[in-house]
């Protein structure tokens, strides 16, 4: 039987451990540079924006999400040996999911992984699989933001689309600092209120009627120097979608113009040259800041299309892993709507840690 791989990076590693419903999630980060004072407070207003229970658009779920480091942190700064910290598990209802254990949920791991595993994984609350192990990977994202703002470099995300309800956009050349910035302390992470209004609007009716719905997010990186990635296996592109797609429900990432250059000419698409008080840089950004697998120096773009949750309290067409007859599911228990809003978090952690983890590769530039 093969073992799951939970680590992401090659230089600064960040291995992630712990079920859903399990005594306590976790995350091991190695190869972080010493001597970088982390700001506690700052890391807890980070991780609060993961955290469950905090809005009636998301799950009733409801936990404190306090890490607690084991090692490599004293007086709040990083030292040699790797950093570890766990988070525990308080408000775990593991009833709600005995009967997934035999009737797997519609587009979920519950039967893949009956079969690969052969019924030896903890699937309590999705086990490995839950969105909830993505709480420790927001501790190795939040240590990551505040170490790479020290090196100039700005990461915000903001959930650009919700049923076909678009919020505004950020401009992709010249972006101010401060307009990323204050997405990031908003309840309910969109540019536009009146757009936000009508995604809430129509996330609340969606979870009445037992249903949920999917999303966009749009996750940008600014400061960032030329030169991060290599080409072919090891592009900056390449590395991003392999953290990317370790989040939960990730369905698509595409960078820059994405699909869009697909009904374009090479005249439209072309990032041609400028000279601007002595640097170059494009006057458009449609490679969304990487050119052969490597960073320009334009800000990095990127969108991520999420899936609806398929923990859903309406009826569904599933079957009895024992009695090998199909029969109806309803699922129980507190499950987002929309777990694109919580998410939103989530993909700047990934895009910090990828981006550390290449800045290190690349001789530890600062």
Same mark, same amino acid.
């Given at each position: 039987?093969?073992?799951?791989? @939970? #680590?992401?990076?090659?230089?600064?590693?960040?291995?992630?451990?712990?079920?859903?419903?399990?005594?306590?999630?976790?995350?091991?980060?190695?190869?972080?540079?010493?001597?970088?004072?982390?700001?506690?407070?700052?890391?807890?207003?980070?991780?609060?924006?993961?955290?469950?229970?905090?809005?009636?658009?998301?799950?009733?779920?409801?936990?404190?999400?306090?890490?607690?480091?084991?090692?490599?942190?004293?007086?709040?700064?990083?030292?040699?040996?790797?950093?570890? @910290? $766990?988070?525990?598990?308080?408000?775990?209802?593991?009833?709600?999911?005995?009967?997934?254990?035999?009737?797997?949920?519609?587009?979920?791991?519950?039967?893949?992984?009956?079969?690969?595993?052969?019924?030896?994984?903890?699937?309590?609350?999705?086990?490995?699989?839950?969105?909830?192990?993505?709480?420790?990977?927001?501790?190795?994202?939040?240590?990551?933001?505040?170490? +790479?703002?020290?090196?100039?470099?700005?990461?915000?995300?903001?959930?650009?689309?919700?049923?076909?309800?678009?919020?505004?956009?950020?401009?992709?050349?010249?972006?101010?600092?401060?307009?990323? &910035? #204050?997405?990031?302390?908003?309840?309910?992470?969109?540019?536009? &209120?009146?757009?936000?209004?009508?995604?809430?609007?129509?996330?609340?009716?969606?979870?009445?009627?037992?249903?949920?719905?999917?999303?966009?997010?749009?996750?940008?990186? +600014?400061?960032?120097?030329?030169?991060?990635? &290599?080409?072919?296996?090891? #592009?900056?592109?390449?590395?991003?979608?392999?953290?990317?797609?370790?989040?939960?429900?990730?369905?698509? $990432?595409?960078?820059?113009?994405?699909?869009?250059?697909?009904?374009?000419?090479?005249?439209?698409?072309?990032?041609?040259?400028?000279?601007?008080?002595?640097?170059?840089?494009?006057?458009?950004?449609?490679?969304?800041?990487?050119?052969?697998?490597?960073?320009?120096?334009?800000?990095?773009?990127?969108?991520?299309?999420?899936?609806?949750?398929?923990? $859903?309290?309406?009826?569904?067409?599933?079957? #009895?892993?024992?009695?090998?007859? &199909?029969?109806?599911?309803?699922?129980?228990?507190?499950?987002?709507?929309?777990?694109?809003?919580?998410?939103?978090?989530?993909?700047?952690?990934?895009?910090?840690?990828?981006?550390?983890?290449?800045?290190?590769?690349?001789?530890?530039?600062?």
């Amino acid at each position: 039987m093969r073992l799951l791989t @939970a #680590s992401l990076g090659s230089k600064v590693i960040t291995t992630v451990f712990g079920e859903s419903h399990g005594k306590g999630i976790g995350v091991v980060i190695d190869g972080l540079p010493p001597g970088e004072v982390i700001d506690m407070d700052e890391l807890m207003e980070f991780l609060n924006r993961r955290a469950p229970g905090k809005s009636e658009y998301t799950t009733k779920r409801r936990e404190e999400d306090r890490p607690e480091f084991l090692s490599g942190i004293i007086n709040n700064t990083i030292v040699g040996s790797p950093v570890s @910290a $766990i988070i525990r598990n308080n408000d775990a209802r593991s009833v709600d999911y005995n009967n997934l254990r035999d009737v797997p949920r519609p587009s979920h791991a519950d039967f893949v992984s009956h079969i690969k595993y052969g019924g030896h994984m903890d699937m309590r609350g999705s086990g490995p699989f839950s969105g909830r192990i993505t709480a420790p990977l927001c501790i190795a994202g939040g240590i990551a933001l505040q170490i +790479l703002k020290r090196r100039g470099v700005t990461i915000a995300a903001h959930l650009s689309n919700v049923g076909g309800i678009e919020d505004e956009s950020w401009d992709t050349v010249s972006p101010k600092k401060e307009d990323l &910035e #204050s997405v990031s302390v908003k309840d309910f992470p969109v540019i536009s &209120e009146t757009a936000g209004d009508k995604m809430k609007e129509l996330i609340l009716k969606t979870r009445e009627e037992g249903d949920s719905i999917g999303g966009e997010i749009t996750c940008m990186a +600014l400061g960032l120097p030329v030169g991060l990635g &290599e080409p072919n296996y090891s #592009s900056f592109e390449s590395m991003m979608a392999r953290g990317i797609f370790s989040v939960p429900g990730i369905r698509g $990432i595409s960078f820059g113009t994405g699909f869009g250059a697909t009904t374009m000419k090479g005249s439209m698409h072309n990032d041609e040259y400028e000279i601007v008080d002595g640097n170059v840089r494009t006057k458009t950004n449609h490679c969304g800041g990487v050119v052969g697998g490597i960073t320009n120096g334009m800000p990095v773009i990127f969108k991520v299309g999420m899936k609806p949750a398929s923990s $859903i309290s309406k009826p569904q067409n599933s079957f #009895s892993i024992t009695e090998g007859v &199909e029969t109806e599911l309803v699922v129980e228990g507190r499950h987002d709507p929309c777990i694109a809003i919580r998410a939103v978090p989530v993909i700047e952690a990934v895009c910090a840690l990828v981006i550390l983890d290449l800045w290190e590769v690349n001789n530890g530039l600062r």
